[in-house]
């Protein structure tokens, strides 16, 4: 019943626009995406004569020349491993500090805060030309590893926030009880934070997700080997080689964007929570 | 539990579980930034020992001839491409995010989750993707086109001093119109329906429900999404890179702060020759005072209009 007045408004006009609007944007959005996937599985020639149909035979030959011919399955495995590891540290870290700073009522732990929340207004991007020199002096030019302390960096300010906030909501008497039974604060955090604050941690993850895994600046800068590059880096320069073979282009750039688009699509719920968990509540 | 909080527990042991996250979040990004600052009054180049120049590299910037004139012209367009994403990206987010608001509408959730998409994509696979449906030779984009009759069908979208700064901005917003349609969605969301029930007796049409109630409930996001276009904008240059290359073309007229940041601090090209330290630090600090300056203008325009 108390939705039902606002939307009332909306005569069968209004709804007919509504869905030819969005119809139409859902359109411009499915068929570029439909134009990338289809034709990656077409022939080389193929797509010149019907660019939008399916495939008059499904060819796995881009994928395979694109597989085999260079390296990225390496690639694949890079992005992998450095968005894991970014991830798993980002949570560690950002959960440790948050838990601190909401139980540990002071002066310092607010500005401590407040000095960390500020980093998510600010893109690192800004300081990269001592990032590379600091990466030079530290020996990781040229290695997947210089992305690592950088990516942890930029997640921290959105850990801390919604962390923060997360454990701040949990019931006192949660930790009390374990208070009582002698617990210090280490095993307050593992046993009892640790475990209560997994949807929160869930956003943050999400959150950092797309921009670590998607990231070109990073990688252009810092790497210039083949072992060591990333997916999104692969991609700059798979494409320079098959400047006529649009099925090889457009399988490369199906494989880059495939693992996000597909775990998007399994739980867009949890992608959008995440989202804008950060900054609805900030 | 006061006791808790204050008296048992040390100070200092609170702290060591902050100083990792502290401590990265230091050397890797306030760090930098600063260092950028310093390094900014500091001589150009790699090799040499670093002088101090004061604002040497400043006054060089805008007033040396071929430094000043590519620094404003990625200046505007970076203006611009800013223009028009507040002007398509975000009035499309709003847009959506009213239709979406609609809890009677069949496919709601599909329609979101299809206006999201585009944002989970790497930005160079957008670039790159329109790039080939924007292409005379086979793009799809023209074969609509003539299929509609229209004359342009061979026209050089990307290749057009005028056009292509426009249709770069216009590829970003639709990759990244999901995102203000989710934070508008959950502001919305968040009004309560006594107020849409009290317009409804009054008799308030659609429009002067959404600028006498939600606009103004809703500044505060709106301000959050302003900011978020703005710093992403200034600091933008996976799309050129994709679509142009790193000198802005065609005749850097889609040269933004990114791509001129990028060749003069990072990997100079002709004509700018070797990337000079100095000088990208000081590309760098400019961007950053003008980020400063902007968020601040866009808080102060937005919270005022929400307490009025």
């Known amino acids: 019943m108390k939705n039902t007045t606002k939307h009332r408004q909306l005569g069968s006009t209004g709804r007919g626009i509504t869905y030819l609007v969005l119809s139409l944007w859902s359109l411009m959005v499915i068929f570029p995406v439909w134009t990338m996937v289809i034709n990656s599985f077409k022939k080389r020639l193929d797509i010149y004569k019907d660019p939008f149909g399916f495939p008059s035979l499904w060819s796995f030959d881009s994928y395979l020349a694109v597989l085999k011919g260079h390296q990225f399955g390496r690639y694949f495995f890079n992005s992998i491993l450095i968005t894991v590891l970014s991830l798993m540290l980002i949570l560690l870290l950002g959960s440790l500090a948050s838990y601190a700073i909401a139980r540990w009522n002071s002066k310092l732990s607010r500005w401590l805060y407040a000095f960390m929340i500020a980093g ?34 930029m997640g921290i300010p959105v850990a801390v926030l919604v962390l923060t906030q997360f454990i701040r909501d949990i019931p006192i008497e949660m930790t009390e009880a374990a208070l009582i039974d002698g617990a210090k604060p280490r095993q307050i955090y593992y046993k009892i934070v640790l475990k209560l604050i997994q949807p929160a941690m869930a956003s943050v993850a999400i959150y950092n997700l797309v921009p670590i895994w998607n990231d070109l600046w990073f990688p252009l800068i810092f790497i210039n080997k083949e ?6 880096l692969g991609v700059t320069t798979l494409f320079g080689q098959y400047q006529t073979d649009w099925s090889r282009i457009l399988a490369v750039l199906t ?18 929570e995440g989202l804008t968990a950060g900054a609805v509540k900030g | 539990m006061q006791r808790y909080i204050e008296g048992r527990s040390q100070p200092f042991s609170w702290f060591l579980y902050i100083l990792p996250a502290l401590l990265v979040y230091l050397v890797f990004l306030a760090y930098p930034l600063f260092s950028s600052m310093l390094a900014s009054f500091m001589t150009g180049n790699h090799a040499q020992i670093q002088t101090f120049v004061g604002f040497d590299n400043y006054v060089r910037l805008f007033t040396e001839e071929e430094l000043s004139t590519r620094y404003f012209s990625a200046f505007r367009n ?27 509408l069949k496919g709601r959730k599909f329609y979101q989750t299809i206006i999201f998409i585009p944002a989970t994509l790497a930005i160079i696979v957008t670039g790159y993707l329109w790039k080939l449906i924007l292409n005379p030779q086979w793009g799809a984009f023209n074969l609509v086109l003539k299929a509609l009759g229209s004359e342009h069908a061979n026209f050089p979208w990307l290749g057009t001093p005028g056009v292509s700064l426009v249709v770069i901005s216009l590829v970003s917003s639709w990759q990244w119109v999901g995102i203000p349609t989710m934070f508008f969605i959950s502001a919305l969301g968040n009004i309560p329906d006594e107020l849409y029930e009290a317009a409804a007796i009054s008799g308030a049409s659609p429009w002067q429900v959404f600028t006498n109630i939600k606009l103004p409930l809703i500044m505060p996001t709106v301000g959050v999404v302003s900011t978020l276009t703005f710093v992403n904008n200034f600091n933008a240059f996976d799309v050129v890179f994709a679509m142009e290359n790193v000198n802005g073309a065609p005749d850097y007229s889609t040269d933004i702060l990114g791509t001129f940041f990028y060749r003069t601090g990072i ?8 990337p000079d330290r100095g000088m990208g630090a000081a590309v760098a600090t400019v961007t950053f005072v003008v980020l400063i300056i902007g968020v601040a203008l866009i ?3 937005t919270v005022k209009q929400d307490e009025a």
């Open chain 2, 78 to 104: 970076t203006v611009i491409f800013f223009a028009i994403h507040m002007l398509v990206q975000n009035v499309l987010g709003m847009l959506f995010a009213n239709l979406l608001q609609n809890k009677h």
């Open chain 2, 267 to 274: 990997a100079g090209q002709h004509p700018i020759g070797i």
């Open chain 1, 120 to 153: 998510m207004m600010i893109p690192i991007r800004i300081g990269s030309i001592p990032l590379l020199r600091m990466i030079n002096e530290m020996g990781l030019m040229n290695s997947l590893f210089s992305l690592l302390p950088i990516y942890v960096a």
């Open chain 1, 255 to 272: 494989l880059a964007s495939l693992p996000i688009l597909l775990l998007y699509l399994a739980m867009s719920r949890q992608f959008v």
């Open chain 1, 227 to 232: 072992s060591q590059k990333t997916v999104i």
């Open chain 2, 299 to 301: 808080r102060h325009i």
